[in-house]
């Protein structure tokens, strides 16, 4: 159960927006900095003021009806012309049912509607459904902490038989009282906020992943969400089985360079066919742009295909926008995060019509998140070490499979794949006019017969 990977959390990549301040992590019971905190990770800032509009649709009261039905002239004409009274009164049953809209689809309704991108309906935030299947967190497995939550390996439960009323946002729900439940679903991961400013980015992630869900196919590309827990604000997952490819990197880094080339050549194809289809998926059928793609945040699970393989989807849409949205509260040119080493050249420059996250952006940290597979690391590492001015002047060069190629080992990793090596160029362009889009960069891989899943 130790490997039992869930939504990932920070890696220790330093993390950024241009546009905030340093924010420290702090846990919901001390004062004190998390282990593993970095200062120079930030995330964004609350970036949409309104609220979301209320769906509910207002029907004409029956009081209101009976008025209108009782009105004098109405009454004058019934007394004079009885057969006028019967035509009047069936007009006017007509224009109370005008006025009267039909009313808001229920959630069952809501979830079947696959929307497409640009719907005028605004989005709405899955609710999890605790009545059903509950969730135990007293004795359930922290897996780690980001900057703005703790991540909990939970066992599903009996549900409680009455529900609660709401409380603090960052205490976890009572442990339900166990009853035999026979099948149960694969465990939960739940996602905790840590700090009171972070409920508005989980309400926020939970905005982008329904969105997300309400088209069919997405559970192949993106962790299921199960819904956004109303006693708590923690926002419920399936938990994955095979870790993330941060993981992936960091035990083929422990291998030989024989063994880890042949590993390398077994999962490459699949994982990139996954990941290109999956951004193919949030950019032409979505309309989400991630924002912070990188190895932390895929997260692997055996292939439905074949249990020998993987599939990679992507996680933590914390820093995701929808673009292409009548609904303002999520759409924002000021939205997304990133990290270091995976942030696109422009994302440095000045002008906020440029270093705002765009599907560009997610193609580089895709592409560079390939790269990193490759040799093992940044490949900014050798020529930038740890120094933050250097690393965000090798960022702004654009170049990072030239500067990969100055460490000696990542540069014989490199020549050993070229054909690895040629996917990662068709989106390290850094003029982002010229980097493959997420469709012509999923035909690529078609062309070289990658698919089926990671081996």
């Known amino acids: 159960m130790a490997n039992l990977a869930i939504l990932t959390l920070r890696d220790p990549a330093t993390t950024v927006h241009p546009r905030s301040l340093p924010l420290r992590t702090y846990s919901a019971s001390d004062t004190a900095p998390m282990p593993g905190f970095d200062e120079n990770r930030t995330r964004p800032r609350s970036r949409h003021q309104s609220m979301t509009a209320n769906l509910t649709r207002l029907v004409l009261p029956n009081d209101c009806q009976q008025d209108v039905a009782a009105e004098p002239s109405y009454i004058a004409q019934a007394q004079n012309q009885e057969s006028r009274l019967q035509v009047d009164a069936s007009a006017l049953r007509v224009s109370t049912s005008a006025l009267t809209p039909p009313a808001t689809p229920g959630k069952a309704q809501f979830l079947d509607d696959h929307h497409h991108r640009g719907s005028a309906t605004p989005p709405e935030i899955l609710e999890y459904d605790f009545s059903k299947l509950d969730y135990e967190l007293d004795r359930a497995k922290l897996l780690g902490s980001g900057l703005w939550s703790d991540v909990f390996l939970a066992e599903p439960t009996a549900p409680q038989t009455s529900r609660p009323s709401p409380t603090t946002l960052l205490t976890p729900p009572a442990t339900p009282q ?178 705002s996250p765009s599907h560009a952006s997610d193609i580089w940290s895709l592409g560079l998140t390939f790269l990193s597979l490759i040799v093992l690391g940044s490949p900014y590492a050798a020529a930038c070490g740890d120094n933050m001015f250097r690393l965000r002047e090798g960022i702004k060069a654009g170049d990072p499979l030239g500067f990969a190629a100055m460490d000696p080992a990542a540069r014989k990793r490199m020549v050993a794949c070229q054909g690895f090596v040629d996917c990662c160029r068709l989106a390290l362009q850094k003029e982002r006019g010229k980097r493959v889009g997420a469709e012509g960069w999923r035909g690529w891989c078609g062309r070289q017969g990658w698919g089926g899943g990671s081996g």
């Open 178 to 355: 166990k009853t035999p439940l026979g099948v149960r679903p694969s465990l939960y991961a739940v996602k905790m906020p840590t700090r009171p400013d972070a409920l508005e980015v989980f309400r926020q992630e939970a905005k982008a992943l329904t969105h997300i869900h309400r088209n069919s196919g997405s559970e192949g590309y993106v962790v299921p969400f199960h819904g956004q827990d109303p006693r708590n604000s923690a926002l419920v997952f399936a938990a994955l089985q095979a870790g993330s490819l941060h993981d992936v990197t960091c035990r083929m880094a422990q291998m030989t360079e024989v063994c880890r080339h042949k590993e390398l050549v077994s999962l490459f194809p699949g994982l990139a066919n996954d990941l290109i289809s999956g951004l193919d998926f949030l950019h032409n059928v979505a309309g989400i742009v991630h924002a912070d793609i990188k190895p932390a945040n895929i997260l692997l699970s055996p292939s439905p295909r074949s249990p020998k393989k993987l599939q990679a989807r992507y996680a933590d849409f914390s820093a995701s926008f929808i673009i292409d949205s009548t609904d303002t509260t999520i759409n924002s040119t000021a939205a997304g995060g990133g990290t270091w080493t995976f942030l696109a050249p422009e994302q440095l420059r000045l002008s906020s019509s440029e270093n």
